[in-house]
C-alpha cells in the first residue's frame, strides 16, 4: 500500500517567486533580490554549532545548522525577529519577508534558523534519513535548537547587550505550528508569536473528528462561490473519474489525467483525496507571482477556473488543475507522481517532512465529505504507513496536547501570540478558529486572529513581491506589526527605540 503525504505547501514556495523588473512601490524588494536563493544574500547565512540530542547534557554531539543572523538595525534592547525554518529543501532567507522590513522602525535584529534534518541542517550529513539516524527529529530538539541560537545571539552575537531583548518568533503552516508550540512551551524565551496558517487541529485520530472534513470542504466551496458553473463542471468530473477508480480503469484514468502509474483499487480514497488536494493547492498557491511557475499570468485560479469552463468535458475540467499544477515547469515530465502530490516539488523536503508527521505533527490533512465538488473518501489514517516507513507509531491528538498544550483553551490564554489567516487559503480550516478569540480585547496581550479577505496561505508572511498584492493583505500586514508595537509597549510603557 502505497503512502500518501499530502503537502500544505511550504513557505519555500516564496523562493521561487519571480520579482517583477522595474517594481517602484514603497515595497518592492531590494533590486539585487536573487529570484531563486538557495543560499542568504542579505546577509549570507551562516553555521551554529548545535546540539544532536539536546536531553544529553555532557559530551554533546553537534552538528552544524545553518542561520541568518542580520544586525544592521539592531539598537540595545530592540527586539530579536526571528523565522522560524520548516520543511523547506531550502534555507529561508529574511529578505524574502515582510518582518525584515519593520527592523529600521523597531531598531530590531533578524534572524532565519533553519530547521533541522532540512536544506544543508543535516544531523548526519548524507546519512541523516535512515530511521536510525532520524531519530533526534523531535519536537523537544526542533524547539530546544530554536531557544539555543536565541541564546547564543542574547550572549555571544550581541555581546549580552541583547540579554533583555524581547524575541518574537514568526512561522508559516508547519512552522506557524512551531511558532504556537515554542510560545506556549518556551514563554521565557519567546515574548510573543506570529503562526500564520498553522495546523493544530484535526491531528490524529480522526474517525471522529469532524474537522477533517474543513479542508477540502473549504476548497469546495470556494470553487462553488466563486466560479459557480466550472465548480458544476468539476463535480461531474470527479464523479466520473470516481467511477473510473472504482470500476478499475486503470487505462482510462491514464487517458483522463496524466498519472505517470494509475490508482490500484485498493488506493482508490488516498488518490481521489490527493487529487481534491491539488485543487487546495491551487487555492494555497493562488499569487500572481507564483503564477509563473505554471505557466500562467494573473492569478492561478481564476485563470483555472476559466479554462475548466471551457474544457471540453468534465473529465477535461478537472484536468484543467491537475495539469497546471502537476505539468507545470519544475515538475514537468510529462506524467506526474499522484502519490507524491504535484504540491510536494515545490521546495517540500519529503523524508524528513513524512517522518515529522509521523512522529508528532501527525495533523490529519484532509478527508473530503460528502456533498463537495469532490469525491467522498473514507477517514485517512497514517498509522500503518507510519509503522510501514519509519516503524512508529503517531501518537495521539491527547497525547501530544498533553505534552505541548496545543489545546483550543491554552491558545485561547496565552498572551502575545497573532493567528493570521488567509480568506483564500483552505488550510485556515485546520488552524485556530476566529470564534476562539476576543472580539475586541482591551488588553494589548490578548492572543488575536487577523485575517486578510484575498490572501492565500501564509502570505501575510511574505514581502509584497508584486506591489501589488490586495489591499486587505497589506492591511494585515501593517495590523501585525502594529499588534507586536503594542506588546512592545505594553511591556515598557514606551516605544524607546
Ligand atoms: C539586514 O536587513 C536589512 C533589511 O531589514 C537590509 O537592509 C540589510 O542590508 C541587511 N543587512 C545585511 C548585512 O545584509
Ligand atoms: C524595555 O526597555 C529596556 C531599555 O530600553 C530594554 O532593555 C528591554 O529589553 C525592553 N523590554 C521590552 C520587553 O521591550
Ligand atoms: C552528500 O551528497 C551530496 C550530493 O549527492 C554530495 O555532493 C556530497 O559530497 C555528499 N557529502 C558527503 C560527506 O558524502
Ligand atoms: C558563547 O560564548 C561563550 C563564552 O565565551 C562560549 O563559552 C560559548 O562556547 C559560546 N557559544 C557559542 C555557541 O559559540
Ligand atoms: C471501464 O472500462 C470498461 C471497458 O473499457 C467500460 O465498458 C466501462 O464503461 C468503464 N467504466 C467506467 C466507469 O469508466
Ligand atoms: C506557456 O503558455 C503559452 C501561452 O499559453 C504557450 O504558448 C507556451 O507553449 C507555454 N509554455 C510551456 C512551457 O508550457
Ligand atoms: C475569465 O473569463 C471572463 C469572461 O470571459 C473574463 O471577463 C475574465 O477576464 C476572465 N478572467 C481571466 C483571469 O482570464
Ligand atoms: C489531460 O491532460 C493530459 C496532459 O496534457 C492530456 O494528455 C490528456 O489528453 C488530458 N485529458 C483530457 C480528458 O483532457
Ligand atoms: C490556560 O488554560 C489551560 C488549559 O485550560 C490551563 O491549564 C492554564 O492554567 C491556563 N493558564 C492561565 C494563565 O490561565
New binding site residues.
Given amino acids: 500500500m502505497r503512502s500518501t503525504f499530502l503537502s500544505l505547501l511550504s513557505l519555500s514556495v516564496f523562493a521561487y517567486a519571480a520579482v517583477p523588473s522595474g517594481t517602484t512601490s514603497a515595497s518592492a524588494p531590494p533590486s539585487s533580490t536573487p529570484t531563486k536563493t538557495s543560499t542568504c544574500s542579505f546577509p549570507p547565512e551562516q553555521l551554529f554549532d548545535q546540539s544532536i540530542d539536546h536531553s544529553v547534557t555532557s559530551d554533546k554531539a553537534t552538528f552544524s545548522q545553518r542561520v541568518q543572523v542580520n544586525n544592521t538595525h539592531y539598537k540595545p534592547g530592540g527586539p530579536l525577529f526571528i523565522l522560524q525554518g520548516d520543511e523547506s529543501s531550502d534555507m529561508l532567507c529574511s529578505e524574502q519577508f515582510e518582518f525584515a522590513r519593520w527592523a529600521p522602525e523597531f531598531g530590531a535584529a533578524l534572524m532565519v534558523i533553519e530547521h533541522r534534518y532540512f536544506g544543508k541542517s543535516q544531523p548526519f550529513g548524507n546519512n541523516s534519513y535512515t530511521n536510525e539516524n532520524l531519530r533526534f527529529l523531535t519536537l523537544d530538539n526542533v524547539m530546544s535548537d530554536t531557544v539555543a541560537v536565541v541564546d547564543w545571539w542574547r550572549t555571544n552575537v550581541t555581546n549580552g547587550n541583547g540579554k533583555n531583548s524581547p524575541v518574537i518568533v514568526f512561522g508559516g503552516s508547519y512552522g506557524g505550528s512551531l511558532a504556537t508550540f515554542l510560545r506556549i512551551n518556551h514563554p521565557d524565551t519567546f515574548f510573543g508569536a506570529v503562526a500564520s496558517a498553522g495546523p493544530v487541529r484535526a491531528f490524529l485520530p480522526v474517525t471522529d473528528d469532524p474537522d477533517r472534513f474543513n479542508r477540502y470542504g473549504l476548497v469546495s466551496q470556494y470553487w462553488l462561490d466563486h466560479a459557480p458553473e466550472a465548480a458544476a463542471k468539476v463535480r461531474d468530473g470527479f464523479k466520473q473519474l470516481q467511477e473510473m477508480v472504482d470500476a478499475g480503469n486503470s487505462t482510462e484514468i491514464a487517458q483522463a489525467i496524466a498519472v505517470c502509474d494509475p490508482p490500484k483499487k485498493e488506493e482508490r480514497d488516498a488518490f481521489l483525496r490527493d487529487m481534491a488536494g491539488i485543487f487546495g493547492l491551487l487555492l494555497q498557491a493562488n499569487t500572481q507571482y507564483i503564477a509563473p511557475l505554471f505557466?500562467?499570468t494573473g492569478f492561478p485560479f481564476d485563470v483555472i477556473a476559466n479554462r475548466t469552463l471551457t474544457a471540453p468535458s468534465p473529465l477535461a475540467a478537472v484536468n484543467e488543475t491537475i495539469n497546471a499544477f502537476c505539468l507545470s515547469?519544475i515538475t514537468?515530465k510529462g506524467c506526474f507522481d499522484w502519490s507524491l502530490q504535484c504540491g510536494d516539488s515545490i521546495g517540500v523536503q519529503e523524508t524528513p517532512f513524512a517522518y515529522l508527521k509521523c512522529s508528532y505533527f501527525n495533523f490529519d490533512q484532509g478527508d473530503v465529505a460528502p456533498g463537495t465538488i469532490f469525491a467522498p473518501t473514507a477517514p485517512y489514517d497514517s498509522t500503518s504507513s507510519c509503522q510501514q516507513t519509519f516503524n512508529i507509531t503517531p501518537p495521539t491528538r491527547t497525547e501530544l496536547v498533553a505534552k505541548y498544550h496545543f489545546d483550543e483553551a491554552t491558545i485561547r490564554n496565552t498572551t502575545r501570540v497573532i493567528y493570521s489567516q488567509g480568506g483564500v487559503d483552505p488550510v485556515r480550516g485546520i488552524a485556530p478558529d476566529q470564534s476562539w478569540f476576543e472580539i475586541a480585547p482591551t488588553d494589548p496581550n490578548a492572543p488575536r486572529y487577523v485575517y486578510a479577505d484575498y490572501a492565500t496561505h501564509t502570505q501575510d508572511l511574505a514581502i509584497s513581491f508584486s506591489g501589488n498584492d490586495d489591499p486587505s493583505l497589506l492591511r494585515v500586514r501593517d495590523q501585525e506589526k502594529n499588534i507586536i508595537k503594542g506588546w512592545l509597549r505594553s511591556a515598557n510603557g514606551t516605544l524607546n527605540y
Fill in positions: 505557466n500562467i515547469s514537468t
